[in-house]
C-alpha cells in the first residue's frame, strides 16, 4: 500500500465550477498535512497547510479526517489559472515529507 | 539566500559518468530534502538532513547514490556510474527548524530543479 494515494485525474472542469480531491495517507502516526501545486515543469509550492479543524484561504478549503485518514481539498469558482497538478503531503515528526503523485486539475473556459 | 538555488539547472551526461549536484538552501533552514521526478511521475523522495546529519535517506535508489551536507548549509547529491535511468528532475527543498516564530518547520521551498540527462 502506497503512503498517500490519490486519484491522479485529469479533472476536466469548466471556469466556475466547483472541484473536490482526495487524499488518502496510510500511517496513522502522520502529523503534518499540506497541499501544494505544482505547474507544469515548475517546481511544487505551498498551497496551503491542513488543520485538524479545517481551514480556508478565499476559494480553497481544506479538510482532514484522521478517523479515515484522508485529506481534501475544495476549489470553488475555478479559474483558468486554477489549472496545474496538486498534490498531498504528509509526514510525521522527524521524517521526511511524503508527496502524492498528484491530481491533475485542467480549466477551460 | 533569498531562495534555494541549485546547480546545474541542466547536465546531460553519457552513460557510466559520475554527476554532482548541489543545493544551496535558504539562510537559516536546517531541514534539507533531496527529491526526484521522472516525468509525468511524482516527487520521490531520497533522503533527508537535520543539520549536517541525514535521518533518513531511506529513499536513496542504490549505492550509486550519496549525498552530504556541510557546514549545515550547502548539499551535493552524488550519483556515480550514471544509468539512463537515473534521468529525472532533481528538486531540492530546504524548511525552517521547528519552534521557529511564525512556524513553518515543515513547510518546504523548493528550488527549481537540476534536470539530469543521461544518455
Known amino acids: 500500500r502506497k503512503e498517500v494515494e490519490q486519484d491522479p485525474g485529469p479533472f476536466n472542469v469548466p471556469e466556475g465550477a466547483t472541484v473536490a480531491f482526495n487524499c488518502t495517507y496510510s500511517?496513522?502516526?502522520?502529523?503534518?498535512f499540506f497541499w501544494y501545486r505544482q505547474d507544469c515543469r515548475k517546481e511544487p509550492k505551498l498551497l496551503m497547510s491542513?488543520?485538524?479543524s479545517g481551514n480556508e484561504d478565499g476559494r480553497f478549503t481544506a479538510q482532514l479526517n484522521r478517523a479515515s485518514q484522508y485529506i481534501s481539498l475544495l476549489i470553488r469558482d475555478s479559474k483558468l489559472s486554477d489549472s496545474a497538478t496538486y498534490l498531498c503531503?504528509?509526514?510525521?515528526?522527524?521524517?521526511?515529507?511524503?508527496f502524492g503523485k498528484g491530481t491533475t486539475l485542467s480549466v477551460s473556459s | 539566500g533569498a531562495g534555494v538555488s541549485q546547480s546545474p539547472s541542466n547536465k546531460v551526461t553519457e552513460k557510466g559518468k559520475d554527476v554532482e549536484l548541489r543545493c544551496d538552501p535558504i539562510?537559516?533552514?536546517?531541514?534539507l530534502y533531496w527529491y526526484r521526478q521522472s516525468l509525468g511521475q511524482g516527487l520521490e523522495f531520497l533522503i533527508y538532513?537535520?543539520?549536517?546529519?541525514?535521518?533518513?535517506k531511506s529513499g536513496l535508489p542504490s549505492d550509486r547514490f550519496s549525498a552530504e551536507r556541510t557546514g549545515g548549509s550547502v548539499s551535493t547529491l552524488t550519483i556515480q556510474r550514471t544509468q539512463q535511468e537515473d534521468s529525472a528532475v532533481y528538486l531540492c527543498?530546504?524548511?525552517?527548524?521547528?519552534?521557529?516564530?511564525?512556524?513553518?518547520?515543515?513547510?518546504?521551498?523548493f528550488g527549481a530543479g537540476s534536470r539530469l540527462t543521461v544518455l
Open positions: 491542513v488543520y485538524s
Open positions: 500511517n496513522s502516526a502522520s502529523q503534518s
Open positions: 503531503v504528509v509526514n510525521q515528526a522527524g521524517t521526511a515529507l511524503i
Open positions: 539562510s537559516g533552514h536546517t531541514a
Open positions: 527543498a530546504s524548511s525552517k527548524p521547528p519552534g521557529q516564530v511564525g512556524g513553518g518547520a515543515n513547510v518546504l521551498t
Open positions: 538532513f537535520q543539520g549536517n546529519s541525514a535521518p533518513d
